[in-house]
C-alpha cells in the first residue's frame, strides 16, 4: 500500500505501534487530569531529596567548572569506585570498578540496555508473574520473549522453583528477579535466591538482580537476601541498585549496575549510543548520596512502616473488596478484588472516574495478576485515608 502523503502516522514503526504506554504511567496521566484524585497509582515517594545531597550538589554548582560537561560513558571514575565499595560493603564482593561498575541512568535504562546488549529477536528471559511492567515491555522492545514464572499467591507470592527447569529453553538468556517484589512486596527467600541462581549457572544464564527496594524491609529485615553477596554466581549475576527509591532521587535518575567483566564494555557501547552518559550533576549527587551517613533511611523506613500498617488496617475493613497477601517489603500491596467486577482495568478505572481513586490494574503485571490491583502505599498518610475513606463509602464497610 502506498504511503498517504503528509501524514506522519505513517512512518512510526511496528516495533513502536506495538508498546503500549506503562499502565502505570497511564492511570498516573489519567489521574493527573481528575482534580482531587487521591493516587496510589505511582510508587513515587512522597520524601524530598536528603539534605546533605541538596547541598553537596548546591556547592559543586559553585565549584566544579565542570559539572555541565558529559562525563566519560561508563561514569565518573570517581563515583565507580564508590559504587564498588559500596557493593562490597553490602555484599562482600569485591568488584573492579573499571571491569565490572557502570553507571547509568537509573536502573530503567540500565535495564534497557543490559537487554540491548544481550537479547537477539526470538530470545527470551523469565520474568516473574507477576512482576515489574516495564520489565515485559522491555524486553517485547529489545525483540525478546517474556516467559512469565507464576508467583504463589496462596504461599505469600512464592516462586515455585520445580517449575523452573521447565522454563527454560534454547533461546533463554536471562532471569530477572526484584525482591522485595514490585508488585507483590513479597521477599523472596533465600533458598529459592540460591536454587535459582544453581539453575541459572547450570544453563549458563543471566540472573539480573533489579534492586530499587532492599532498603525497605521492615520488622522481617532478617529474611532478605542479597544473591549478589554468594561469590560463585557473581560471574552470572547482573546487579542494578538504583538511588531512586532509597535515597528519594527518582527525577535525578542515576544507579550503578554490577556486571561480569565480559559484558561491560558492550554496556558502555549502547548507554554511549542512548544517551552518552548519565548527567554529570546526577553523577555528582549519587558520589554524596554514598559519601553521607544514610540517616535518612531510618526516617524514611518509619513513615514506610507506618503507611504500610495504615493501608493494611483500610484493607481489613474492606474484606468484602479486596483480599491481600500482607506485603513484606518495599512499599507496594497487591490486593485480589473479590467484589463484583469484569477485569481488574475496567475496576481500576471505574475506581478513577466515579470514585476519584486510582490504583494500577494487576493484569498489566502479568497473567496472573488479572482480578488484582496494585496500590503503592509511598504516597502521604492523607492520601491513603483519602483513598480509602471514598472507598469504604462507596462500598460500604
Ligand atoms: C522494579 C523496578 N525496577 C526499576 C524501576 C525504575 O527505577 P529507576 O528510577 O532507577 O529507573 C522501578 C520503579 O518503580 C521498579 O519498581
Redesign the pocket.
Known amino acids: 500500500m502506498s504511503k498517504q502523503k503528509n501524514d506522519p502516522t505513517q512512518l512510526i514503526s511496528s516495533r513502536s505501534l506495538g508498546m503500549s504506554i506503562s499502565a502505570i504511567k497511564e492511570m498516573s496521566i489519567l489521574s493527573a487530569k481528575i482534580p482531587g484524585a487521591a493516587s496510589l497509582a505511582w510508587?513515587l515517594p512522597s520524601f524530598p531529596t536528603p539534605e546533605p545531597i541538596r547541598l553537596a550538589v548546591a556547592q559543586a554548582l559553585e565549584d566544579n567548572a565542570r559539572i555541565g560537561m558529559y562525563t566519560l560513558p561508563g561514569g565518573l571514575p570517581e563515583l565507580c569506585t564508590t559504587a564498588a565499595q559500596e557493593h562490597q560493603r553490602r555484599t562482600g564482593i569485591q568488584t573492579d570498578p573499571v571491569r565490572n561498575v557502570m553507571i547509568t541512568a537509573?536502573?530503567?535504562?540500565g535495564?534497557n540496555t543490559l537487554f540491548h546488549v544481550i537479547v537477539d529477536p526470538g530470545d527470551e528471559v523469565i520474568v516473574t508473574d507477576p512482576g515489574?511492567v516495564?520489565h515485559i515491555q522491555q524486553i517485547r522492545f529489545n525483540g525478546g520473549t517474556p516467559v512469565f514464572w507464576k508467583m504463589d499467591e496462596a504461599r505469600g507470592w512464592q516462586l515455585d522453583i520445580d517449575a523452573l527447569p521447565s522454563l527454560i529453553g534454547p533461546c533463554t538468556k536471562a532471569i530477572i528477579l526484584?525482591s522485595p517484589s514490585?508488585p507483590t512486596g513479597s521477599i523472596l527467600t533465600e533458598e529459592t535466591l540460591r536454587a535459582v541462581a544453581a539453575i541459572a549457572k547450570k544453563h549458563g544464564l543471566l540472573i539480573i538482580l533489579?534492586d530499587?527496594?532492599s532498603h525497605f524491609t521492615y520488622e522481617n529485615h532478617d529474611r532478605f537476601f542479597n544473591l549478589a553477596a554468594v561469590p560463585e554466581y557473581a560471574d552470572n549475576i547482573a546487579y542494578l541498585f538504583?538511588f531512586?527509591?532509597a535515597y528519594a532521587m527518582?527525577g535525578w535518575?542515576v544507579?550503578y549496575m554490577v556486571v561480569p567483566a565480559a559484558l561491560k564494555n558492550e554496556i558502555v557501547k549502547i548507554h554511549d549510543l542512548t544517551m552518552i552518559c548519565t548527567p554529570h550533576i546526577s553523577q555528582v549527587a549519587a558520589l554524596a548520596a554514598l559519601a553521607a551517613e544514610p540517616l535518612h533511611l531510618t526516617e524514611f523506613q518509619i513513615a514506610l512502616g507506618r503507611r504500610r500498617a495504615l493501608i493494611c488496617e483500610r484493607l481489613d475493613r474492606l474484606v468484602h473488596v479486596f483480599q491481600y497477601v500482607p506485603p513484606e517489603g518495599a512499599y507496594y500491596v497487591f490486593p485480589r478484588i473479590v467484589a463484583e467486577h469484569e477485569n481488574a482495568v475496567e475496576f481500576s478505572h471505574h475506581l478513577l472516574d466515579d470514585l476519584r481513586v486510582t490504583v494500577t490494574p494487576g493484569s498489566a503485571f502479568g497473567p496472573s495478576g488479572e482480578h488484582h490491583v496494585r496500590m503503592a502505599y509511598c504516597v502521604e498518610d492523607d492520601t491513603i485515608n483519602i483513598a480509602f475513606d471514598r472507598l469504604d463509602t462507596y462500598f460500604g464497610t
Not at 106 to 109: D, R, T, W
Open positions: 510508587g537509573g536502573n530503567m535504562e535495564l515489574f516495564s526484584v514490585n533489579d530499587p527496594y538504583t531512586s527509591k527518582s535518575r544507579g
